[in-house]
């Protein structure tokens, strides 16, 4: 379909650009994806805002924009490769 987005899939199509690293907050978001993955959807909510200080909708922004970061690949690239799989499959079923 030629709508659809271009999504990289292997590292050798997400090189980071000028070396450039996640910043403090965009780091919190991914290791939240971890800690929040076992989680019910109240418990993660109440630890994002609580952790992370921010709202659920904002993280979730935030969290779908580094998924296209070649930074947030580089440092994370199975969570990644997980996401993005996950947010392909979810827009696949919906849209």
Known sequence: MAD?????????????SAGRTLTGQEDQILQGVEATSSMSQGRRDCYIREVLGLAPTTYFQFLNALLDDPAAWAAYPAIIKRLRDRRQRNRDLHW
């Open 4 to 16: 659809e987005p271009n999504i990289p899939e292997a590292p050798e199509t997400a090189q980071p």
